[in-house]
């Protein structure tokens, strides 16, 4: 089970963190990672971290964003910097046993769908 908190309303320039707990999953199995629908599109890969602490961003929040785990938390957390008004939509997070499938997903910025488990989403609204 994944479980997202930390969502909320911002203004441009301004920074949010968002945490994912982790239940169910062992940690060293599973990439963990984030996902962002914005309104009316997609839900893109953004950000994943995988079993040896490795990773990797979609080109839209590179710079800006910053992914991490806690293990002895099981918490993944988005540190989300500089945040601009196209940040604006709901964050999933997802795990997949197939790091390489995440990885993958999140270089790209696409959707994806191979994935073993999904949070409930957090909605990030940023003002201009």
């Known amino acids: 089970q994944l479980v997202e908190s930390g969502g909320g309303l911002v203004q441009s320039g301004g920074s949010l963190r968002l945490s994912c707990a982790v239940s169910?999953?062992?940690?060293?199995?599973?990439?963990i990672g984030w996902f962002r629908r914005a309104p009316r599109k997609e839900r893109l890969g953004i950000s994943c971290?995988?079993?040896?602490?490795?990773?990797y961003y979609a080109d839209t929040v590179k710079g800006r964003f910053t992914i991490s785990k806690d293990n002895a938390k099981t918490t993944v957390y988005l540190q989300m910097d500089n945040l601009k008004p196209e940040d604006t939509g709901i964050y999933y997070c997802a795990a997949a046993s197939d790091e390489s499938y995440f990885m993958r997903v999140v270089r790209a910025g696409t959707g994806g769908a191979l994935f073993d488990s999904w949070g409930q989403g957090t909605q990030v609204t940023v003002s201009a």
């Open positions: 971290i995988t079993t040896d602490g490795s990773t």
């Open positions: 169910g999953l062992p940690m060293d199995e599973f990439a």
